[in-house]
């Protein structure tokens, strides 16, 4: 078609809309319940407007519909925000097979695999998730890219790519191969000594277009490096990275089980602690003093745990080091929470099967936490955390049109999380039963 051709269409149209004065057309959502962060309430028979992708207006009470516009009756259910995990693996899932997969799996594989697990995080509610560790090149940098272009349905993505290491630290690729296969992994695999290659390390992982930075600064509970849970990054190295990241406008996440990891990653500066399974008193004062998020992914502990009590399914190592996390995490979340922690919904899924991320909710209620709270964390704490509360984790006019919706009320039964009927992400329905 010639330019001067689509150009007069395009004008025609214009003219034939404003001739007639249709208007683009609104969908109206009649909600019986709807969380309100700002006030902390559920607001009862309220009508959401949405225009394209955007929120354009919330009114008291049932408003009724122009011509062209679509309702869609949630009369019954309670309206919140698209829900936001801050911790997810959507490369991997821990599975018996999970130790040998790296060795048989092409970057293909793992890349058409991670698009079930996506879409399987979206139907659950979450909109929007933070990728923090790839386990092959960069493919949740690819996913995050294809679901924005409309290649892929999955929530919207923040990822860090592949975490960062130290040598021989928890995320060290190489760790356990045989001495020919361990090889030497530099800052482009994110194995770093010193602060230099920390810097090398987040300039390469901005290079490659992650949004985020992950810290792997204390052991895990599913690798087999050395050391246990004990501290691998030292103070000028975690310095390095927060710095660095800062000056390319990322946030940086830590790893981290036990009390010198932590403390010296709220130091640093970092702004979300994962884990924090065995923070003690000092650990716990290091993280309020920098204002450190902390996001605990109970689900994984829990679901370890469970794991851990089946022989066969984990290495022996891995077995013993799990044993208690399930019943320590309760005893930490608890007292974050009482002693003010700024407590941010995160999951680590994949290490637990994609798609039941929602089940922290009501392990986050169980330690303690109110469920306004635990609501609260996956909405508007998750968005200040990712730095996007002009966007997103409220519903108000202006922002991305991202909601969920539950049958009930979940204040009252926090299990109803777990069976989301109503799916919206940036103005589309995902789900709708
Ligand atoms: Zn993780």
Redesign the pocket.
Known sequence: MSRFLLITLLNSCLLISSITGLSANETIIHAGHMLDVNTKKMLTEVSVIIEKNKIIKVEQGYSSAGQNDVIIDLKDHTLMPGLMDM?V?LSTVLSPTFFMEKFVMDSADYAFRSTKYAKDTLMAGFTTVRE??DQDNNVTIALRDAIKTGYVIGPRIYTAGKGLATLGGLADPSNGLRLEFMGEPDFVEGVINGPIEARRAVRQRFKEGADVIKLNVTGGSINQGRGGFGSQWMQDELDAVVETAKEYGMSVAA?AHTPVGIARSAKAGVDSI?HGTYMDDDALKAMKKYNTAYVP?MS?MKWITEKAKEKGDLPAEVRAKSENMGSQIDITVNKAYKKGLRIVFGT?A??YPHGINAREFEYMVNAGIPPMTALLSATIETAKLLRIEDQLGSIEPGKLADLVAVKGDPLQNIVLMQDVKFVMKDGVVYKQE
Do not use: F, I, K, N
Request: glycine share 18%; aromatic share 0%.
């Open positions: 911790h693996h923090l560790g790893h994962e992914t994984a680590d994949g290490v």
